[in-house]
């Protein structure tokens, strides 16, 4: 049995350290370090005590979880005390292959956590070069080819099949082993059937069994299969079966946070429906593996939806606690029966472990593996993703970009290089007009397949700027959403935090509101957008309702017939009551830990 690999991608990412964050983005990386990353070890049993660093605790996901956040921020922040925390780890991982190949703790010989640690590998090998990670990587690989047919793969690793097909595909970019392409084609027999489900999507409705098919976060990883086909295959119909898969999961699942409903499993539509911070997490590096091969403008607004919405709202802003479950509109998180589909009544509180302990094992990958693709290369040069503030090294050449993007709609770039290249610049889908200026001169660019494409040589200094409006997201019972650039927008709720139980650094808190949350908006209102560089930020942190760099003043009206229900806000009401029109300020979604954001509308009905 063997297999192609077309090589189609229209991308590529560069190895992990030639991207480092400055800005903001530099901020969240270090409040995270400084936060569970880089406490977490110290004071949770399962990575404390954890098989994949030799003790004799956990020994399934979880410290491959860990590391697949670690390793990158260390060496994104080129942090020393992180890189000499990740070590121990990497270092028994290397030494801890069998002479039949197989590697990892001798108790769990399962398939799935092997594939989360080839990811940890692959990043550890591009930041540092060790070479003795190929060769591990190849011998496991060669392992898992010859007993591949006797224990096929199942359960969670069934499902995440397309996992380990990703990592073989660097390794074959690496040795152009064809016993690689064999092991693909065995996987891919072996993985879930995820392109026939969603052309025949089963699961419609708020769904009460668990299936690996209908599991949030089984769903969230499934969409790198279509580029991962893709670049095997080099058939032109995965982008637009990827398309469909999307539009279908956001028909009867979508969340306006970017994503779709998960509380454990797919559940609908509804606002309080929660979603799973591992499913977030996972998207985004779906979506950063879908932006890479197929390079579609569009996908890379849905990774910046989800990084700059999703992610930060659903954890603290000190980075020492975090959500199981959000909800997109949440009025309380606090330990309460809500209406999810499996997970328990902590699930949405902020916490150390709320609930199951995968999300905070997982959690750390989001903001790492974000940075590392918002630049991108091609056969002609550099590929901007998202204009964040950050310096890019390839080889001679050196781009600093200097932004606060998202909330400020542009960025400046300073090229340095020995010779002149073509830099790409992403144009997001919602921008109603872009300017370019190199070196103080206007550029009369037409964007190709959703990019500026320009020569750049050394010294040049470029200006990017975008036009944005507010727009509206319709929801159901006529609600709406409300919009500006990239970034989603909420009500925030005065948040009283109190303290439930745990020890420091890590208690648990639950959140209850202090203040009103009912209103409505009208669509044809004055949104007037207002941006602030210079709020008072606390500790770095940008996404903080309090201290917000951008907020939108709109008008609102106090609503008579919209109250709780289940200790979530009801659903939007179709027929308002509207009482007294007040002032409202709304911020971004990720700063508000307790919010409004599916507004009913007061617009008179069609």
Request: with cysteine; glycine share 8%; aromatic share 12%.
């Amino acid at each position: 049995m063997t297999t192609t690999l077309h090589n189609a991608a229209r991308f590529t990412h560069l190895p992990l350290g030639a991207i480092h964050p400055a800005g903001w983005l530099q901020d969240q990386l270090r409040i995270q370090a400084n936060g569970l990353t880089g406490g977490l070890e110290a004071h949770w049993d399962d990575v404390k005590n954890s098989a994949w660093k030799g003790d004799n605790g956990e020994d399934w996901e979880r410290g491959p979880y860990y590391l697949d956040g670690l390793v990158p921020l260390a060496y994104l922040l080129n942090d020393e005390k992180l890189i000499a925390k990740a070590q121990p780890w990497l270092e028994w991982i290397l030494n801890s292959q069998r002479e039949d190949g197989q590697f990892g703790p001798t108790t769990n010989d399962d398939w799935w956590p092997r594939m989360v640690a080839l990811k940890v590998l692959i990043q550890y090998q591009e930041a540092t070069g060790d070479a003795r990670v190929v060769p591990l990587m190849t011998k496991y690989a060669h392992y898992h080819l010859a007993h591949a047919e006797a224990q096929p793969l199942t359960d969670w690793g069934e499902a995440r099949g397309w996992d380990e097909i990703m990592s073989l595909l660097w390794l074959y970019g690496k040795t152009q082993d064809d016993q690689l392409l064999d092991l693909i084609a065995i996987l891919r027999n072996q993985t879930a059937d995820w392109a026939d489900l969603y052309k025949n999507f089963p699961f419609r409705r708020y769904t009460r069994f668990f299936s690996h098919q209908n599991h949030v976060v089984n769903v969230a990883m499934s969409l790198k299969s279509y580029a991962l086909a893709y670049e095997l295959d080099g058939d032109a119909q995965a982008k637009a079966d990827f398309e469909n898969a999307w539009a279908t999961l956001q028909t009867y699942h979508g969340q306006l946070h970017g994503l779709f409903s998960g509380d454990e499993w797919l559940s609908g539509t509804d606002p309080t429906q929660g979603t799973e911070l591992c499913s977030i997490v996972e998207a985004m590096f779906s979506f950063e593996t879908l932006t890479a091969v197929f390079g579609d403008s569009s996908l890379g607004d849905r990774l910046e939806r989800l990084a700059f919405n999703a992610l930060p709202a659903t954890i603290s802003r000190d980075w020492t606690a975090h959500q199981y479950d959000q909800q997109v509109n949440q009025v309380r998180a606090d330990v309460a029966h809500r209406n999810w589909t499996q997970n328990d009544d902590h699930a949405n509180t902020f916490g150390l472990e709320p609930h199951f302990g995968c999300c905070l094992a997982n959690m750390h990958q989001g903001w790492p593996k974000f940075v590392a693709s918002t630049w991108l290369k091609d056969r002609d040069g550099l590929v901007c993703i998202s204009p964040v503030p950050a310096t890019v090294q390839d080889g001679a050449r050196r781009i600093d970009v200097t932004s606060n993007y998202p909330f400020t709609l542009g960025a400046g770039f300073a090229v340095t290089t020995d010779a002149p290249f073509t830099l790409k610049l992403r144009v997001p889908t919602w921008a109603t007009g872009t300017t370019l200026t190199v070196n103080d001169e206007a550029q009369l660019l037409t964007p190709q397949d959703g990019y500026l494409a320009l020569t750049v040589q050394d010294g040049d200094q470029l200006t990017l700027a975008f036009a944005a409006e507010v727009r509206f997201a319709p929801r159901a019972n006529r609600a709406t959403g409300v919009l500006y650039g990239p970034l989603l927008f909420a009500l925030p709720i005065k948040e009283h935090w109190q303290r439930l139980f745990g020890n420091q650094p890590y208690p648990d808190f639950g959140l209850t509101p202090e203040s009103e949350w009912r209103y409505g908006l009208s669509t044809h209102a004055k949104f007037d957008v207002v941006e602030n560089s210079a709020a008072a930020l606390v500790n770095g942190q940008v996404f903080d309702s309090l201290h917000s760099p951008i907020s939108i003043r709109t008008t609102g009206w106090r609503l008579n017939n919209w109250d709780m229900r289940g200790n979530s806000a009801d659903e939007p009401p179709y027929n308002v009551d509207a009482g007294e029109a007040t002032a409202l300020e709304l911020v971004p979604y990720g700063g508000a830990k307790l919010r409004i954001v599916e507004f009913p509308t007061i617009d008179p009905r069609p």
